[in-house]
């Protein structure tokens, strides 16, 4: 078994991950970011565990729920307590992201319910792998998806994350018709995901949706390199370049053509 082959198998295992105990979810950290997840200011809670490994992944601490920290809702609403009269006049809100939060539905949706409840907008940043495990109700108390589309190729999705991609179309289609808000996240990697012909069927697809506010174009960086070597793992990207402003203009200018809005 190579080295990606080992890291998939491990990303499968978070699916077999127990669910622990009511009121309780397992997370990386908390964090205040702005105008990165989601309008505003943002209080945003990191979820640990994640059934995929993307090769560009900036997060590798957030992979496996055994390497977070088991805390109750309630922890987590008192420290957004903290922050809710600053976020709220910032004109922001909570984030619930990851690792990937939909693998632990009950304490997403929870956290999300609870910050609906006092008037705060909520976000919700998944790769949509894990769509289905969204209730409807979830997604009712979710103002913005930030849904990760990160390739519309079924073999190059794969290749890059070691997952499948039909499910998070699915999801993004149910959003649709749910007319729930979202954002379109897509990284834009040189030699792996730039190729013109996905980005025009990424392009379609959205503009066929009807509820995408905007797509977000990632320009892809290595920032994450250290976070690789302090966990002694090898950053599969190293030596790739972030886009040149040529290929990002390339690919604005595709969205464009279809009618959809990126920044």
Not at 31 to 38: E, P, Q
Not at 165 to 181: I, Q, S, V
Not at 207 to 222: I, K, S, W
Not at 236 to 249: V, W
Request: neutral net charge; charged residues 25%; glycine residues 12%.
């Amino acid at each position: 078994m190579n080295a990606r082959e080992t890291v998939l198998g491990e990303a499968a295992g978070e699916l077999r991950s127990p669910p622990g105990a009511p009121g309780t979810g397992v997370i990386s950290s908390w964090d205040i970011s702005v105008g990165v997840d989601g309008p505003g200011t943002r209080f945003v809670v990191f979820t640990c565990g994640c059934p995929l490994r993307c090769l560009y992944c900036q997060n590798p601490e957030t992979w496996r729920m055994r390497d977070g920290r088991r805390v109750t809702v309630e922890e987590v609403m008192a420290e957004v307590g903290r922050y809710r009269r600053f976020i709220t006049v910032a004109g922001g809100g909570v984030t619930v992201s990851g690792g990937e939060p939909l693998l632990q539905p009950r304490f997403t949706a929870d956290v999300l319910r609870r910050c609906r409840n006092l008037g705060l907008h909520t976000a919700l940043d998944t790769s949509g792998l894990l769509g289905d495990r969204a209730t409807d109700a979830m997604l009712a108390d979710t103002d913005l998806v930030l849904l990760d589309i990160k390739s519309t190729d079924p073999a190059g999705y794969r290749r890059l994350t070691g997952g499948s991609l039909e499910p998070t179309l699915r999801f993004a289609r149910r959003l649709a018709d749910l007319g729930r808000p979202t954002w379109i996240r897509y990284v834009l990697v040189p030699g792996l995901t730039d190729d013109p012909g996905d980005v025009d069927r990424l392009a379609r697809f959205v503009a066929g949706l009807g509820n995408v506010e905007h797509v977000d174009v990632l320009p892809f960086h290595r920032m994450a390199a250290e976070k690789y070597q302090r966990l002694g793992r090898t950053f599969p990207l190293a030596d790739t370049p972030p886009p040149g402003q040529e290929l990002l203009d390339r690919v604005h200018a595709q969205f464009r053509a279809h009618g959809v809005t990126s920044v």
